[in-house]
Nanobody, 119 residues
Framework: VQLVESGGGLVRAGGSLRLSCAASGSTFSITTMGWYRQAPVKQRELVAAITSGSGSTNYADSVKGRCTISRDNAKNTMYLQMNSLKPEDTAVYYC?????????????WGQGTQVTVSS
């Protein structure tokens, strides 16, 4: 599975961005996709995730009510709509996919996209 993110950039506090993650390869084996972020000198943390089957979602408390994760299965693309952005949302955002197959469980990561929120 290959993951390619896009949509990052520089935005002022209170603004919005939409991140996209296009998946290719063995996408049929993806069970869950999600967005993680990593700020300087901080650990990578989960922002939001969505399951392939039911489309169930979960969010980090820090983004609940401000972010929406979604998938377009026909396009094999996942999105993260981020509203009311805050300076503390500044980080590199990574797309993640977990697959399940005869090989077991595997995790895949995109290259990351920078989101910078100015105050």
């Amino acid at each position: 599975v290959q993951l390619v993110e896009s949509g990052g950039g520089l935005v002022r506090a209170g603004g919005s961005l939409r991140l996209s993650c296009a998946a290719s390869g063995s996408t049929f084996s993806i069970t869950t996709m999600g967005w993680y972020r990593q700020a300087p000198v901080k650990q990578r943390e989960l922002v939001a995730a969505i399951t392939s089957g039911s489309g169930s979602t979960n969010y980090a408390d820090s983004v609940k009510g401000r972010c929406t994760i979604s998938r377009d299965n026909a396009k094999n693309t996942m999105y993260l709509q981020m509203n009311s952005l805050k300076p503390e949302d500044t980080a590199v955002y990574y797309c993640h996919a977990r697959t399940l197959g005869i090989w077991g469980i595997r995790d895949y990561w995109g290259q990351g996209t920078q989101v910078t929120v100015s105050s």
